[in-house]
């Protein structure tokens, strides 16, 4: 076979397989009901995928590519999975912020003075920013874990300090 057909960036090159969301050495992989669900459904998701590329006999070097990545995801999906602990957040005492709480704080010194933030502390594959969910092991949530209603927290912003008060805790099974 010619050069010509052969490419060449990708000879070679082992392929790139994107990390799961970190989970600190010897932490427990705390997730809610939802979260084992969203786990699960990524997993029928990719085994449907890694079945396509099986399939597929068009380009054999990219199959084979692409079925390594998806072996490689669909094993550290099944160990995410099988360390997964369920905490059903509507188990948590509801007047202390736990995993799986929806907390309301509002800064009271330091930053903008009666800014009020709320997020949900979720695993660490259901994080997301966006939607206002705190991995447990993010040092906001580490902050707040067994603060009550009423009690003040200091966070610590890199050099910056922030004393925030806790005027809501919440939890919701959904």
């Not at 050495?25 to 939802?34: D, F, H, L």
């Not at 509507?90 to 202390?96: H, I």
């Amino acid at each position: 076979m010619s050069r010509a057909f052969v490419k060449e960036d990708d000879a070679g090159q082992p392929p790139i397989i994107p990390p799961r969301a970190a989970l600190p050495p010897g932490a427990t992989n705390y997730v809610t009901p939802k979260g084992l669900a969203m786990l699960r459904a990524e997993l029928t998701d990719l085994e449907t995928e890694r079945s396509r590329a099986e399939a597929n006999h068009e380009d054999e070097a990219n199959r084979t590519r692409q079925l390594t990545i998806l072996n490689a995801q669909l094993n550290a999906l099944n160990e995410r999975i099988a360390s997964a602990r369920v905490i059903d957040p509507a188990s948590q005492p509801a007047d202390e912020i736990r995993f799986g709480a929806t907390v309301t704080l509002k800064t009271i010194k330091g930053g903008k003075p009666g800014f009020e933030r709320t997020f949900t502390i979720v695993g660490v594959d259901e994080a997301s920013v966006a939607d206002g969910k705190v991995a447990f092991v993010a040092p906001i949530a580490r902050a707040v874990i067994g603060a009550n209603v009423g009690q003040t927290v200091t966070l610590k912003f890199g050099r910056h300090e922030e004393t925030v008060q806790v005027t809501d805790i919440s939890y919701s099974s959904d």
